[in-house]
């Protein structure tokens, strides 16, 4: 690919390698060969193919999402909002969301839907948390993401009979041959042509998962060189059920099982021993954290629904904790993911001064590529992947323009992302993906979930269907029950008197 460059642009959010931190610059040159970066900032005077002006842009280094299920969750847009067990500490996970799922035709919309919404919101590198599903190297090379694969699997399914009580009916087998495949998919993710497709260890979820498989899913990490990811510490129901069987906190049991690490991820990592829902004496759960070099997938907008929150993104960040931010669940926008952590920690920690936007930015970019073992991705710097995002300082929702992050974080959000370049081609033009067809795979998807809606009262343990669960807002009345009044037998009025 021949040379590229985005002249003057306005801001420029680049990389300084000797304060490991991004520094803005203004009216400076951004030159990309192919998919590398070969000038950030000053005035670019080498030969150029093409030419983009920069003069009412912030360029800055595309986003990485550490955590997010594209396969499945846009599909419970309007039915998960408001759900929660009441009885299970109001997570959803164990009684609600095994009940609406996708079938096998509405996977590749769903996943369509998520990757248009993530590329629009600025991520320019995704970890999928998916089961392995026909056709998912391809597709997501097809968005133009660069993605990392990771294939799900356990050895327990959980259940509950009342809504009261968790259970797991475990299949250990079933657990190493699903890991077996699961490790045919990160061979083909390694070969695919597009080379921008990696993979990642992922067992699902610490207490689906027999301790044996929990180690050897770390072990095949460590040969494979790959990192690491499991769900833990992200709800009371889980950490009670931990503490149960092993009279350790989650994370306390995973670093007796020699898995905490730099190469390990902790999705979602809310409930240490520290959170005051466990009442659990203090064990040093982020002390642990910090000493192993484990990171923290921050997701916070699927678990404020719920009214559960990490205590906080400011605590963790200070105490030396490396933390990524991901979506896990729609809305799949990295921007709106990003105000959520800001706005929660600080009425959570009661203190504006719990963390700096500049630390949420910097979680996004560099935390998550520090998460995933890459020094290549989330920072504009010479030699690193041209992985772009181009946000137009002249919208509306972005001005006035006294610091241009702020801006995008706390009012434009997606509204102001111009353009998205991944590799060294654009995959966002003018706010449209021109990789998918975003509007026909809503469709496909809105169709999936009418297919999935009957389903619902054979899967519920009580029998309820979709609309007892979870009600709309208001009553659909079909016609309206408003009468036009009829002026011919209208009755005169009886004048006033005194």
Not at 118 to 135: E, K, R, Y
Not at 157 to 185: I, L, P
Not at 320 to 335: A, K
Request: aromatic fraction near 6%; hydrophobic fraction near 40%; proline fraction near 5%.
């Amino acid at each position: 690919m021949p040379v590229t460059v985005i002249r003057n642009a306005a801001w420029i959010v680049a990389y300084d390698e000797a304060a490991q931190s991004h520094v803005y610059l203004k009216g400076g040159d951004v030159a990309y060969d192919g998919g590398k970066l070969i000038q950030v900032g000053g005035a670019y005077d080498g030969p150029a193919k093409t030419s983009i002006d920069g003069s009412a842009m912030m360029v800055m280094p595309g986003l990485v999402n550490i955590h997010s299920h594209p396969s499945s969750e846009a599909m419970t847009k309007g039915w998960n909002d408001e759900l929660g067990s009441p009885r299970l500490y109001g997570s959803s996970l164990y009684e609600f969301m095994p009940l609406f799922r996708c079938d096998a035709e509405g996977v590749p919309a769903c996943a369509a839907v998520c990757f248009s919404e993530l590329l629009l919101s600025g991520v320019t590198t995704l970890v999928d948390l998916s089961v392995p599903w026909q056709g998912w190297a391809d597709h997501i090379a097809a968005s133009g993401l660069r993605g990392v694969l990771a294939p799900m699997y356990r050895s327990a399914r959980w259940f509950t009979k009342n809504g009261h009580v968790v259970e797991y009916e475990f299949d250990a087998k079933a657990g190493e041959a699903a890991m077996k495949q699961a490790m045919a998919v990160l061979d083909q993710a390694a070969k695919h042509p597009s080379k921008r497709l990696s993979g990642m260890v992922a067992p699902s979820q610490i207490d689906t998962c027999t301790p044996e498989l929990i180690k050897e899913s770390f072990a095949e990490a460590k040969r494979r060189k790959l990192p690491f990811q499991i769900h833990a510490a992200q709800s009371v129901v889980e950490f009670h059920e931990i503490t149960r069987r092993h009279g350790k906190t989650p994370v306390e049991w995973l670093d007796s099982l020699g898995v905490l690490s730099p190469r390990s991820i902790i999705g979602h990592g809310i409930f240490l021993d520290s959170h005051t829902s466990t009442h659990w004496p203090a064990t040093g759960d982020l002390d642990r954290l910090v000493e192993t070099g484990t990171s923290v997938a921050h997701c916070p907008v699927v678990f404020q629904r719920r009214g559960i929150a990490l205590q906080t993104f400011g605590r963790y960040v200070q105490s030396g904790v490396n933390v990524g931010i991901g979506t896990d669940t729609y809305p799949h926008n990295m921007l709106e993911e990003m105000r959520a952590v800001s706005i929660t920690a600080r009425l959570l920690a009661e203190d504006v001064y719990d963390h700096r936007a500049a630390e949420v930015f910097t979680a996004a970019t560099l935390g998550g590529a520090k998460a995933l073992g890459r020094n290549d991705i989330g920072r504009l710097s010479v030699g690193a992947k041209a992985d772009i995002v181009l946000v137009d300082v002249t919208h509306p929702n972005m001005r006035p323009v006294r610091d241009p992050i702020r801006s995008l974080i706390y009012a434009a959000a997606d509204r102001a992302v111009k353009t998205v370049i991944v590799d060294g081609r654009i995959v966002v033009e003018s706010g449209r993906v021109l990789t998918m067809d975003h509007e026909k795979a809503c469709a496909d998807l809105e169709a999936a979930q009418r297919r999935a809606e009957p389903l619902v009262k054979e899967l519920d343990w009580a029998g309820r269907d979709h609309l007892t669960i979870s009600p709309l807002m208001f009553k659909v009345q079909g016609k309206s029950a408003t009468k036009k009044a009829n002026p011919k037998k209208a009755k005169p009025t009886k004048k006033a008197t005194a």
